[in-house]
């Protein structure tokens, strides 16, 4: 905005330029009609009289009229409209100037000319910017609703994209509502038929299986890495016991830190799976006597990774999520109850899906599904 006042304050000097140089170039016309009266003195009996005669001298004197007053400087354009109005004035006056005064209006009229397309760029990029800003402003206070409507959670780097907390949350719940029906369905075409409470435990186990896993490997990861890199370290360290178990206490926190934010954002592209052979395995040592089958359920294998990638990004948030399971009575800021339940009865008989919570604060984002 700065700039754009610049440059109209400079049309306004080269105008007033313009016009000073049109005022003081001569006329050619006046010369030329100087000329005429000098040849012609009686074309005008005013402009020459006779004041006296002697006999030795005759001496006489001419009078002319005084020169006509030059006219007012014009006044400073108070608006680019004016400036420009001004500036076509002087145009028009300049094939009464010299070849000079000429080539100089052409020079300044070059200089405003560049100057106006200037003033157009930078209102251009003016205008871009505030609607870079509104459409900012309008994100922030998206992002600000969501957060208040939530409780009191961290805000999100936007950045993230789909691994911001908010999305993985959001893909937590649909897991319950799409994947584990379908995988529930899918557990109807097996040729050994499996009981309803067998279903919603082996569907219920997966999902428990997986944050289990989820943390323990995470937990491994950062260890070895942390180890790799303050082994060195540690050794080289000759300092005072009290610098050197502060100075690697300070290390371990920033690189653990650091190992979680590289998690963070790669886990959608992240390898597990050695973690979920880990889980299938932990499954299928207590099915596959009674359930050879379930190996052959792709719903089930594919219901089984998703649980295991969604516990894994939200177990390296910062804030940590954790599944929480073990209530025995019903409330209802943590759980909801299934269609099938007693809702006169706050004793919890079964849980079908557990809730997730906010580790430092314990605040429930996603509530469990009971029977009660």
């Known amino acids: 905005?700065?700039?754009?006042?610049?440059?109209?304050?400079?049309?306004?000097?080269?105008?007033?330029?313009?016009?000073?140089?049109?005022?003081?170039?001569?006329?050619?016309?006046?010369?030329?009609?100087?000329?005429?009266?000098?040849?012609?003195?009686?074309?005008?009996?005013?402009?020459?009289?006779?004041?006296?005669?002697?006999?030795?001298?005759?001496?006489?004197?001419?009078?002319?009229?005084?020169?006509?007053?030059?006219?007012?400087?014009?006044?400073?354009?108070?608006?680019?409209?004016?400036?420009?109005?001004?500036?076509?004035?002087?145009?028009?006056?300049?094939?009464?100037?010299?070849?000079?005064?000429v080539a100089a209006l052409r020079s300044l009229e070059a200089q405003v000319e560049k100057m106006e397309a200037q003033i157009v760029q930078y209102k251009q990029a003016i205008g871009k910017m505030d609607a870079d800003n509104i459409r900012l402003k309008e994100r922030l206070a998206e992002q600000a609703s969501v957060q208040m409507a939530k409780g009191p959670t961290p805000f999100e780097d936007l950045g993230l994209g789909e691994n911001r907390p908010s999305e993985?949350?959001?893909?937590?719940?649909?897991?319950?509502?799409?994947?584990?029906?379908?995988?529930?369905?899918?557990?109807?075409?097996?040729?050994?038929?499996?009981?309803?409470?067998?279903?919603?435990?082996?569907?219920?186990?997966?999902?428990v299986l997986s944050f289990r896993q989820a943390e323990k490997s995470i937990g491994d990861r950062v260890e070895v890495i942390t180890e790799a890199i303050l082994s060195s370290v540690a050794k080289g360290t000759t300092d005072g016991l009290i610098d050197k178990d502060k100075r690697l206490r300070n290390l371990i926190y920033d690189v653990t830190e650091s190992v979680m934010v590289y998690f963070r954002k790669s886990v959608s592209t992240f390898d597990v799976s050695e973690d979920l052979k880990v889980v299938n395995g932990q499954l299928w040592s207590k099915l596959v006597d009674q359930y050879a089958s379930l190996r052959q359920c792709l719903e089930l294998e594919r219901f089984t990774e998703d649980s295991l990638k969604i516990a894994w990004a939200l177990t390296i948030q910062n804030p940590r999520y954790v599944i929480e399971f073990d209530e025995s009575e019903f409330r209802e800021d943590r759980q909801v109850r299934f269609h099938s339940s007693n809702p006169g009865s706050k004793v919890i008989r079964a849980h079908l899906w557990p809730a997730l919570v906010e580790q430092t604060t314990g605040f429930c984002v996603c509530k469990a599904v009971v029977i009660t």
């Open 168 to 207: 993985i949350i959001r893909r937590y719940t649909d897991l319950y509502s799409d994947g584990r029906t379908e995988a529930r369905d899918a557990l109807d075409l097996l040729p050994q038929e499996l009981e309803d409470e067998d279903k919603d435990k082996l569907l219920f186990s997966i999902i």
């Open 1 to 101: 905005m700065l700039d754009a006042s610049v440059a109209l304050y400079a049309v306004m000097g080269l105008s007033l330029a313009i016009g000073y140089l049109v005022i003081r170039a001569p006329s050619p016309a006046g010369h030329i009609r100087a000329r005429d009266d000098d040849l012609n003195p009686t074309a005008s009996p005013s402009k020459t009289t006779i004041t006296g005669v002697d006999a030795s001298t005759q001496t006489t004197t001419a009078t002319h009229p005084p020169p006509p007053p030059p006219p007012p400087l014009p006044l400073p354009p108070s608006a680019p409209g004016n400036a420009a109005i001004h500036l076509a004035e002087c145009r028009q006056d300049r094939d009464t100037a010299p070849s000079s005064s």
